[in-house]
Every structure is written in C-alpha cells, then in structure tokens.
C-alpha cells in the first residue's frame, strides 16, 4: 500500500486550507457588494437631504383617477436619520388646495430597505388605509431598488410592488409596478431645488 509521509500530509493539508480560504474570499466581496448598494441608495437619498424638487405625473393606469397630469407635485427630502429616511409627497390640486397627506418612509434593515407609506388626515390623525409597503426584492442598485407588496403580490398571482429611481442632482422617480412594467408613475427634477413646502400632516 502507498504511504504519504508525515511531510507530505502537512504539505496536503496546508494546501486543502489555502483552497478553502481563497474560495471563501471569492464570494466574501459579492456579499459585501449587494449589502454596500443598500447603503449606496440610502446615501443617495441621503444626499438630497433638505431639498425639495417639482415633478410631474408621467404614467397613470386607464381609469386612475388620483392625479390629471395638471397639479404641481413636490418631494422634499425632508428627515435624514442614520438608518430612517423621510420623504413626504406633496400634491397642490388644481382648486390651489394642497394634500400634503403622503410622506414615503426608507428603513435600513438587516435584509435591505424597507419602504412604508405613511398617509396623515388633515388633522395628523392616521388614515384609513396607511403604513402600508414591503421590503426591497431583487437585484440591489445603489440608484435603483424595487420593492415587494407581499399582499397584494399574493392576492393577484401577479408580482406587484414599487420603484424606487434615485440619481442624486438628477431625477428621482417613484412608482408603482405589476409584472415587472411601470404601471403608475412620478418624476421629480432634481436638477433645480425649489423652496421646501411645510410640514407633511401629522409631522412637526
């Protein structure tokens, strides 16, 4: 029978734990990544912290009847905490009135970000229908990211969520998708900042 010497087996087992440790430092780094373009994106947020942007309805579904494509549409970056990003929603109606009922919330997570949408009464109170989101889902960019609506995902057998674009200095889109397609959608200009609005209702 062949036998290794002792010299030998050290000189194998040296070299199985070399493989092993270089293996193990090839998928170190593309863990690293997809956890940084979560940070990236909230940096990117981060960024525009303060400002406030106009934008424009640039899709909406047959039969939607939340905007008309005429009022003025502001988004203002407004609370930057470390793992907490702010951002309300402002909508000037076309009678000059303003519903300033919507604020998106970012949540830095162990898994991702988490998107919830915060929707206020006039009187600070809490709406009906409000807090509602899902956790990041798919490939992690740091100027992209989509989120899953377990729900509603669930109750139609079709994958629907939200889309988030954010270019700091550039555009930020926010959106509605299903399958995969834009299904409703905002653009903001963030190549011009305009005076921040004030408080979102049932904020200070």
């Known amino acids: 029978m062949f036998k290794l010497s002792f010299s030998s087996l050290i000189a194998a087992a040296l070299l199985a734990t070399a493989l092993l ?19 990236l994106f909230m940096d ?27 009022e003025l549409l502001l988004v203002h970056f407004r609370e930057c905490e470390e793992d907490v990003i702010r951002v309300p929603f402002h909508i000037e109606k076309l009678d000059g009135e303003w519903d300033r009922s919507r604020t998106w919330i970012f949540t830095r997570t162990e898994e991702g970000i988490d998107l919830r949408h915060d929707h206020r009464k006039p009187d600070g109170s809490d ?36 889309r988030i674009i954010i270019e700091p200095g550039v555009r930020y889109v926010y959106g509605t998708h299903r399958g995969g397609e ?3 959608r905002v653009d903001f200009d963030l190549t011009q900042a305009v005076d921040a609005p004030p408080a979102p209702w049932g904020h200070e």
Do not use: K
């Open 21 to 39: 440790t270089a293996c193990g430092s090839e998928s170190e780094p593309a863990e690293a990544e997809v956890v940084s373009a979560y940070d």
């Open 44 to 70: 990117n947020l981060r960024a525009e912290c303060g400002n406030a942007y106009a934008g424009s309805l640039t899709l909406e579904p047959e039969g939607d009847t939340m905007l008309d494509g005429r």
């Open 127 to 162: 709406d009906s229908f409000t807090m509602y989101g899902g956790p990041t889902h798919g490939a992690a960019d740091p100027n992209q990211m989509e989120f899953i609506s377990h729900e509603r995902t669930e109750e139609t057998g079709i994958y629907r969520g939200w």
């Open 182 to 184: 834009w299904s409703w």
